[in-house]
């Protein structure tokens, strides 16, 4: 439970500071997603195997399931802070109408 409520709260972190930079935000939310579950099923992988290997305990596997998703976190937020803005070209004067004659 507590995974979803830190998850809500960092895609709407992660859409604040994209917006806040002109961006639109539902894309950089669901690669923050994407990244929580990805680095997270990566994590449990890897303390799956290193459980298997050591005859640790099973908790250790969720411990390294919610490390991965920690790194995803930081991954969602250093990409969204590291998103030029936009920035809107200047409007110029249109050229003067050429003169016949």
């Known amino acids: 439970m507590l995974e979803i409520l830190m998850l ?3 895609t709407r972190k992660v859409g604040e500071i994209v917006t806040s930079k002109g961006r639109k935000a ?6 923050t997603v994407l990244l929580w579950f990805g680095c997270e099923v990566v994590g449990a992988i890897i303390g799956g195997i290193i459980v298997g290997i050591s005859g640790g305990s099973q908790g250790f596997i ?7 998703a920690v790194f995803g976190a930081i991954a969602a937020c250093v990409i969204a802070k590291a998103v030029p803005p ?7 004067s249109p050229p003067p109408p050429p003169t016949f004659g």
């Open 26 to 31: 539902g894309w950089y939310k669901f690669m």
């Open 8 to 10: 809500i709260f960092l």
């Open 86 to 92: 936009i920035v809107a070209m200047p409007m110029a």
């Open 62 to 68: 969720y411990l390294f399931a919610l490390i991965g």
